[in-house]
């Protein structure tokens, strides 16, 4: 049973278009969101994270936008770059227990 | 900056053989895990270590064993590997929430 799940599995755009990355999830005791970021050959790396209390988390070009209610949460990676080709992984925990890690999203960015 | 080093990079092992991975972390974090990612990049926890607590995946086929010598380090043994055991092994390390993971030991086992 995979309690957090992510679409589309891969998805292309073009430079400077927008990718948007999907997440939903099942446990609803999960509080904390983050994402994290895989390129090949290296293991992944954190890069946003939102906590339930918010629906709304920014930081340059990536924004999370996270509804609680249908426990759905998306990643916007806005003027997306060749250099942001990579796997996408989102993953919730509870009360900082383990991370529970998404099926992740390979996006392709063509320039 | 890599602060979780892991070794070899990629180990190639015939059936039946034992292997080792090592993974020491410079961060000082309490909390070191080991996960298995599959040829779909799908990421499994394995174990979890902290404070000299272990967590088993109840998953994990027992020839899988952590081996700790300090919250530094967190080495995995596998006593006779399957075919089905190639993949990357990822070793992790984590501060509150946020895990820190270094490049990955790939597995082939021919």
């Known amino acids: 049973q995979q309690q957090v799940r992510q679409s589309p599995q891969s998805l292309t755009v073009w430079e400077g278009e927008t990718a948007i990355l999907n997440c939903s999830y099942e446990d609803s005791t999960f509080n904390y969101f983050p994402w994290y970021q895989q390129f090949p050959g290296e293991g992944p790396a954190l890069l946003i994270s939102?906590?339930?209390?918010?629906d709304k988390k920014e930081d340059g070009r990536f924004t999370i936008f996270f509804n609680k209610r249908e426990k759905k949460l998306s990643l916007h990676i806005t003027d997306s770059q060749p250099g942001d080709s990579a796997t996408y992984f989102c993953?919730?925990?509870?009360?900082?227990?383990?991370?529970?890690f998404g099926t992740g999203t390979s996006l392709l960015v063509d320039p | 900056e890599t602060a979780v080093f892991q070794t070899p990079n990629y180990h190639v092992t015939q059936v039946g053989n034992e292997v080792s991975f090592n993974c020491k972390q410079t961060l000082g974090h309490d909390t070191m895990y080991w996960y298995k990612q599959d040829s779909k990049k799908l990421l499994k926890i394995m174990f979890s270590y902290n404070n000299k607590q272990l967590i088993v995946n109840e998953t994990v086929p027992r020839r899988f064993s952590p081996q700790s010598s300090d919250k530094a380090h967190l080495n995995l043994r596998i006593k006779s590997v399957e075919p089905e055991d190639s993949a990357v092994y990822l070793c992790?390390?984590?501060?509150?929430?946020?895990?820190?993971f270094g490049p990955g030991t790939r597995l082939l086992v021919l």
């Open positions: 993953a919730a925990s509870a009360m900082g227990y383990k991370l529970t």
């Open positions: 992790a390390s984590s501060y509150q929430d946020t895990q820190y």
């Open positions: 939102i906590r339930s209390v918010s």
